[in-house]
């Protein structure tokens, strides 16, 4: 089970900026660089825009190292694919509110199959969308930008909402992180932990840095 110290960081480099024709070393490389989680986004060109990978994927990676796998599901039905994302190795599988589900009883499933559960909302989505299910959940990700493709400009806007989850977290006595993932790095990570988030989704500024240790030390630290 993941850890609950809302305060602790937790970096979580995103494969999507990864080099695809190895992708058993590049999750090790980021392992060696201090990451905590690997987080995978699944798209399936319905849902988002773009398409990206599949449960054999997420199995490969699962095979090929020892790392927590975080599967961010941005698809139309994520309860009709959720058992081949369980199958494949996923440790936390995260669903959209906005996909086409009863999203109380694809969090339910997920936690049944031994999964942690994470629901995500986007951009502009409001945070009434979400509410309902704070106590189903493990992870709230608050997508700071439009989800469907990598290096995009991070949204400011978005850290009210992150305000609004950690205050209501507390409040209702509830116990999930708060993630965050798009164009985040060390300036933006800061802006986001001081906000209430905790996990960091960073991509291109961790993958393709010149230094991908110093990278995650930089967005653990800012």
């Known amino acids: 089970?993941?850890?609950?110290?809302?305060?602790?960081?937790?970096?979580?480099?995103?494969?999507?900026?990864?080099?695809?024709?190895?992708?058993?070393?590049?999750?090790?490389?980021?392992?060696?660089?201090?990451?905590?989680?690997?987080?995978?986004?699944?798209?399936?060109?319905?849902?988002?825009?773009?398409?990206?990978?599949?449960?054999?994927?997420?199995q490969t990676v699962h095979e090929s190292n020892d790392i927590y796998l975080d599967v961010h599901l941005m698809i139309s039905r994520p309860d009709h694919y959720l058992q081949r994302f369980v199958a494949a190795g996923s440790d936390m599988i995260t669903v959209h509110v906005e996909a086409d589900h009863d999203v109380a009883e694809t969090l339910r499933r997920i936690r049944e199959a031994g999964c942690e559960a994470g629901l995500a909302l986007n951009p502009a989505t409001p945070m009434s969308a979400v509410e309902p299910y704070l106590d189903q959940i493990d992870l709230l990700l608050c997508m700071t930008v439009v989800p469907g493709f990598g290096g995009q400009a991070f949204m400011p806007e978005v850290l009210e909402k992150i305000t609004t989850a950690a205050r209501w977290r507390e409040e209702k006595g509830l116990s999930f992180h708060i993630q965050v993932d798009g164009g985040i790095d060390a300036t933006t990570a800061a802006l986001c932990y001081t906000a209430g988030a905790n996990v960091m989704v960073a991509g291109s500024s961790t993958f393709r840095a010149a230094s991908m240790a110093d990278a995650v030390a930089e967005i653990r630290n800012a």
Not at 2 to 15: G, T, Y
Not at 24 to 39: L, Y
């Open 1 to 58: 089970m993941i850890q609950k110290n809302f305060r602790d960081r937790v970096i979580a480099p995103s494969l999507l900026a990864a080099d695809f024709s190895r992708i058993g070393e590049e999750v090790s490389r980021a392992i060696h660089s201090g990451a905590d989680w690997m987080h995978l986004d699944v798209m399936d060109g319905h849902f988002v825009d773009n398409i990206s990978f599949g449960p054999a994927v997420v």
